[in-house]
């Protein structure tokens, strides 16, 4: 028998409007927020990716509705396969380590081990064959990352001179922008 975010999650579709629609049911049932979480890890439900949708858009309204869930989010982060779920997880990541560094009442608090999660994620992303939207969101949180772990500014530098040739005009920009960063500290 279907759960009832399950019945909401079948009327999900790719359209923004409905996937806001979708993200505002659960911020007005935050009861269901637990199983949207679960079905986001489980690459082999069908609604997988509508609840990474789903996820990404309550990101930006509660955040902080993910820190008791951290552990779990950070360390699922590697059974993600499909590139629909992929893409928002990535972009909630940077929130999260945005969040983690800007150190206010609202701040998120990720762990030494949730942070290595979001870097090994991070780097996955960005040198596998995932679409442009996952690899630029991933480039810009390993930059946040970078400024308080030293060996990842090298390391992105490498990634993105050695690629830049071989990706489209999004890539480019973004890898432009952030190796200027890099470069004038």
Known sequence: MSS???????YVNAYRENRLMGAQYILENQHLFD????????????NNHKACWILEFISYEELI????YLNFFCSNLKV???????????????????SHYKKN???ILLSGENL???????????????????KAYS????YILGNHYDWIHPEL??????DYADHSAAYKAVAKEVLRKIERP
């Open 4 to 10: 009832e975010l399950h019945l909401k999650l079948d």
């Open 80 to 98: 993600l396969k499909d590139e629909s779920s992929i893409r928002p997880i990535a972009k909630v990541v940077q929130l999260l380590v945005k």
């Open 116 to 134: 290595q999660d979001c870097i090994e994620a991070s780097f996955d992303w960005l040198i596998n064959d995932v679409k442009v939207a996952t």
């Open 105 to 107: 009442e609202n701040s």
């Open 157 to 162: 530098q490498i990634i993105l001179n050695k």
């Open 139 to 142: 480039i810009r949180t390993l």
């Open 65 to 68: 509705w993910l820190q008791p």
């Open 35 to 46: 199983e949207l979480v679960q079905i986001c890890f489980s690459p082999l439900d069908k």
